[in-house]
């Protein structure tokens, strides 16, 4: 069995979604709306994911949070349940897979899964929260050149959450802060999600949201049925 058109087709789907439409300060990812106000900057019509950089305020938030100021974070819609890609990939749909024993490349609380030469899976051995880490090797022993935090957001089935950094620095010395990384983009995006507010319950403005909640924090969600 050839399984390559199946690896190609398990991570490419989701990228082919269209662009996610924004109006009225609302970004529509998925199944949720998000508020995140007045854009920045245009993430242009062929966009797969919704930067929160794009969004000043957004911007001025992560660069002052304690696990989020030297990230990329994105809203991104899949195309198939977020939770599967963040699953662990069976392992007959890839080749050269193998539990890493590596001192260099282990990581606090998770099991990290080398394929190729390249590439690391990383998932947490325990935890409450749907998320994974994906990183590549950098050309020196220990160096990493990129890490992503993907995380399922709870309260969407198509809504995937990603945190990225290059050059993140050793995997001994930043796993302790992946399952804080996407605990705290579940936070935000939980603040932001308005899918469920009628018209005079969603903020009309950046300001008015940031008054209730400075810090996007400790926020509550009531789902409809």
Known sequence: MNVLPLVVFFFVVPHFASALPHSDGIVFVGDRDF????LSQSYGEDARSFNFRHAAWLEVLLDNDPM???????????????????????????????????????????????????DMDIFPRVSNINYS?????????????????RVAYPNGRFVLLTARKYFPGQLSEIS???????????????CLDVTDKSDSERPTSEAELLEQNPNLSDCEILLSS
């Open 176 to 190: 302790g802060n992946f399952e804080h990384i996407a605990s705290r983009m579940v936070e935000i995006a939980i």
């Open 35 to 38: 508020f995140v106000g007045e």
């Open 133 to 149: 880490v994906v990183c590549t090797r950098g050309l020196d022993p220990g160096e990493l050149n990129i890490c992503d935090v």
């Open 68 to 118: 989020l100021s030297d990230q990329d974070v994105r809203f991104l819609r899949a195309g198939v349940p977020a939770s599967d890609l963040v699953g662990e990939v069976p392992s007959q749909l890839r080749e050269n897979e193998r539990i890493e024993d590596d001192p260099l490349y282990m990581a606090q609380g998770h099991n990290v899964i080398t394929f190729g030469n390249l």
